[in-house]
């Protein structure tokens, strides 16, 4: 007996023994009984029980591996992978060897603060998204020994004969040996919304996926009809495997904010090493104590160390994922929160995500005229679970005219001849069953007044004769006052069929040709084009039909032709302009037909090119020929998983931002690929959240857009968070190296400065966290991958700000010195300054271009609260014993109170020149 070895959905490796050569070929492209032959199995009676454990011993189990969910302890260990927080593990470390023990108390509740918002944040989305992969079938139906018997999917070896029906999912891959009028829905693996008409013939052996007509592929659903296969491939051998070893073997690249992250941290940690080098070996020189000048040299490491930045930072991306879950949006770890708004290029799915995922009668021909059919203006279908069949409505009342005209016919043909069905409860479709084509068309009589159920009790069926991809048509015969065909199909074969048209009431000679080039229109539009037909039968012909072999109908009636599409969502075409507003470019990537893609696309105004390139271009082109067309062609169809994740490298090989979008298993490796990969949440794969960076829980493209902004609103509040506590780091660095060049005594203690970041302005950097954003948020392009958290205009403004409120803090420290007061008061006064200086100042960092003058203090209430709260601790601070010890600060004095308002307007002041000076040199729409 020989052995078959397979390769993905589709290869056999046929050996004859141990030693044998194996020889692949391509499943798809053999005829049935070589299908066989290689696999050494019988039609009729399958495999043996022996045969088939030992087939399972040798090819393994039929399942897919499985990515555990992450462990509470791997997730609570990420928080501490951050590069600011590898800096603040440092300080933790020297402020415990130097026995600075209230200092590293401070920085380990920092450390804890952060990781517990962390851990709670990505917690909670990994259980919301997380779900185990649960494509394969539980059972199957087999035919072992030859006999009919259930055995667990996960048991099926290469060989084994499989029957499908209807609703069932296939378990492995097979190939089709016999079917039934057989439609398998693959949207899964190929994003075709249409279900694919199977049959058994071989097709050409370089064959796209989504064209093996002859194969069922593990994961996808049976919609109608039955089968017999024969299993091929099993668990990672399966496309459904190959897809899923690609995802695990592709690297998630670091999002922009993580790599702008590891740049800053790079800029602290040069300061940090800088300043205390200089400020230590700079007392050394003015003759300084080495004990003196290490506390000294500790002193400004904590000054430059941003102690709050990186709770501020947690808790502006933990804001921004909570804004964004309300907006539909799942963020599954916090870094990517931010990565919509740097996104340079959006590749959207079609089915779903920019359509409805149902079809839709859209238009309707008869020679009485035509029909339109409108999305229903009181319901979005986003918005419904269940994708109601039944939100189309007719443009106008098209039976007016015609009660018994062809537009009637039709009608009558498209219910009986269906056998889907609609769920109706109180008047309202709430649910549906069958080929999703059939469902529209009932939708459809619906919407011009008819109710199917009826037309149906109206009809005694006398024959029934299912649609098979070899007659393109099917039929049925009706008693309506005698026998009567009612057939509908492919336009090209039914026009074969038909000799006249019906026209009002009556017929006329039929022009095969005009109505051929009329659904040739319709189908240009992405349309999918049905035609009907009908024919009064005698009771003796009647009689002869047999549904087993039936007759070629002929001398029918052409009653109108259908043309159905899966519509784009409400909203869809305005969310693509938002987010084209904002610089962002979308480009469309299907596996749907090339033609369904490029009407889609010109409805939704994504392409003003006509260019469309198809998975056999992409396939036949080289890295660099691609990488060229992919910043000029903006609709990809027919595309494979690998076509897909060749574009998805080819734009970030540009250096771009690239959002991916998806729902089913073939999207997997390119979500996983992409910057930030969007998965869909209600009708998307366990596989494609799993790849995922966000979920959408309502599966439309507007939440993207909404995200888009959110993300950019996330971004800017980083920026100012950091931007203001860098402000402060910056004026105690001045001040402390100026207190020492000019031999005064050093200002604030470690603690002191611990205090100012932590406490004070750690209160008012996490409520800058709150701000709801700049009015133009959209209205700037996309920033480049190498751009800072902290632009070249920022860093000016730091400079200038800082010194300021350092020399301001000095003034008021040698003031204190000259009048006498106490050690204690003197750093009291220099501390107090920075602390209001700074509440001033973060009015300053609301907004990076407009005036304070013209934000409003209380559109940010929880700033003015923290303000006041960060103010009231200190005051208490300085008249509290305890904390006066730690901080050695005591209370200001009534002079004191004149020259620090006197600071906090010269703060304010500086901020406000500078912004108008860089207003006249900066282009508003300037990004960086």
């Known amino acids: 007996m020989t052995d078959a070895r397979t390769g993905p959905d589709g290869n056999v490796a046929e050996v004859a023994d141990s030693d044998a050569t194996p020889t692949e070929q391509p499943w798809h492209a053999l005829p049935a009984d070589e299908v066989l032959d290689a696999l050494d199995t019988d039609r009729a009676d399958g495999l043996t029980s022996d045969d088939a454990e030992r087939r399972l011993e040798d090819h393994g189990p039929n399942e897919l591996g499985k990515d555990e969910p992450r462990g509470e302890l791997e997730i609570l260990l990420h928080q501490f992978t951050s590069p600011l927080i590898y800096i603040l593990l440092v300080a933790f470390v020297v402020t415990i060897l130097i026995d600075e023990y209230t200092d590293a108390a401070v920085i380990a509740a920092v450390l804890v603060i952060n990781a517990i918002i962390g851990f709670i944040q990505e917690r909670k989305a990994d259980r919301s998204v997380h779900a185990l992969m649960q494509m394969a079938a539980p059972t199957s139906t087999v035919i072992r020994d030859g006999k009919e018997s259930e055995v667990d999917a996960i048991d099926l070896v290469p060989g084994d004969i499989v029957l499908l029906t209807s609703g069932t999912r296939v378990p492995a891959a097979l190939r089709l040996i016999r079917t039934i009028s057989l439609e398998v829905d693959e949207s899964l693996l190929t994003g075709e919304s249409k279900p694919a008409a199977k049959s058994t013939d071989p097709v050409d052996e370089d064959a796209l996926v989504g064209d093996r007509s002859s194969m069922a592929f593990m994961g996808s659903a049976v919609t109608s009809g039955r089968a017999r296969a024969v299993v ?186 269906s056998e889907a069905e609609l769920v109706v409860e109180d008047g309202e479709v709430v649910d549906h069953r069958g080929d999703p084509t059939e469902i529209a068309l009932l939708a459809a009589a619906r919407a011009v007044g008819k109710d199917p159920r009826e037309l149906r009790e109206e009809a005694e069926i006398l024959a029934h004769v299912p649609f098979e991809s070899d007659l393109r048509y099917s039929f049925v015969v009706v008693n309506e006052d005698g026998p009567m065909i009612r057939l509908k199909g492919a336009p090209e074969r039914v026009l074969e069929l038909c000799s006249e048209v019906r026209d009002g009431e009556g017929t006329a000679p039929l022009d095969p040709d005009a109505v051929l080039a009329t659904a040739e229109e319709m189908a240009a539009q992405g349309l999918r084009v049905l035609a009907l037909a009908e024919r009064r039968l005698d009771e003796s012909a009647a009689a002869d039909i047999d549904e087993q072999h039936p007759p070629t109908p002929e001398d029918l009636i052409l009653t109108g032709l259908v043309g159905m599409q899966d519509p784009p969502r409400r909203g869809v075409k305005e969310a693509i302009a938002r987010v084209r507003q904002a610089g962002i470019r979308v480009i469309m990537i299907t596996g749907d037909h090339a033609v369904t893609g490029s009407a889609i696309a010109d409805q939704l105004d994504i392409s003003e090119r ?266 208490s601070a300085s008249y509290w014993e305890p904390t006066q010890l730690v901080l050695q600060i005591e209370p200001v004095t009534a002079g004191g109170w004149s020259r620090i308002a006197v600071v906090m307007v010269a703060v304010v002041l500086v901020s406000e020149l500078h912004k108008a000076v860089r207003s006249r040199t900066r282009p508003p729409s300037e990004t960086d």
């Open 232 to 417: 091929v491939a099993t668990a990672l051998q399966t496309q459904l495997g190959t897809i899923s070893e690609s995802i695990r073997a592709e690297e998630k690249p670091e999002t922009p904010l993580q790599q702008r992250m590891n740049r800053f941290a790079n800029i602290i940690a040069i300061a940090v090493l800088s300043s205390t080098v200089v400020a230590f070996f700079l007392g050394l020189a003015l003759g300084g104590e080495v004990d003196e000048m290490f506390l000294t040299a500790v002193a400004l490491a904590v000054a430059v160390v941003p102690e709050g930045l990186p709770v501020a930072f947690t808790v502006a991306m933990a804001l921004g994922v909570r804004r964004m879950a309300q907006r539909n949006a799942i963020i599954r770890s916090l870094p990517a929160v931010e990565t919509l708004g740097s996104t340079d290029t959006i590749g959207s799915d079609k089915t779903g995500t920019l359509t409805a995922n149902r079809m839709t009668l859209v238009r309707g021909w008869s020679p009485d005229g035509w029909v339109r059919f409108d999305e229903a203006e009181d319901g979005d279908e986003g918005d419904n679970g269940d994708d109601d069949a039944e939100e189309v409505v007719a443009a106008a009342d098209p039976l007016a005219e015609h009660p018994d005209g062809a537009l009637a016919s039709s009608v009558r043909t498209a219910v009986v001849t």
């Open 610 to 875: 006509p260019e469309t390139l198809t998975g056999r271009d992409v396939e036949d082109m080289s890295d660099e020929e691609l990488a060229e067309a992919v910043l000029e062609v903006d609709v990809f169809a027919r595309v494979a998983p690998d076509h897909k994740l060749r574009i998805v490298h080819a734009l970030r090989s540009h250096e771009q931002v690239v959002a991916v979008t998806g729902d089913g298993v073939n999207d997997g490796p390119a979500l996983k690929a992409a910057d930030i990969g969007v998965a869909m949440g209600r009708d998307g794969t366990d596989v494609a959240r799993e790849a995922s960076d966000m979920v959408l829980t309502d599966d439309n493209f507007v939440s993207i857009a909404n995200a888009v902004e959110e993300g950019r609103v996330v971004f800017e509040n980083v920026r100012k968070v950091t931007y203001f506590l860098l402000s402060t780091g910056a004026a105690a660095i001045v001040a402390i190296l100026t207190s020492i060049a000019a031999g005064l005594p050093l200002p604030y203690v470690p603690a002191a400065l611990l205090w100012l970041n932590v406490v004070t302005n750690g209160l008012q950097d996490v409520a800058l966290a709150f701000e709801k954003g700049e009015p133009d948020v959209l209205d700037r392009p996309p920033r480049r991958r190498e751009h800072p958290i902290v632009n070249a205009v920022l860093w000016e403004r730091t400079a200038l700000t800082g010194v300021t409120m350092a020399l301001g803090s000095l003034w008021v420290f040698t003031w204190a010195i000259d009048v006498g007061l106490s050690e204690a008061q003197q750093r009291g006064a220099a501390l107090t300054t920075l602390v209001l200086a700074m509440a001033a100042h973060v009015y300053n960092a609301r907004s990076e271009r407009r005036s304070i003058v013209v934000t409003n203090v209380v559109g940010n209430p929880f700033l003015l609260i923290s303000t006041i709260v960060a103010l009231t601790i200190h005051v």
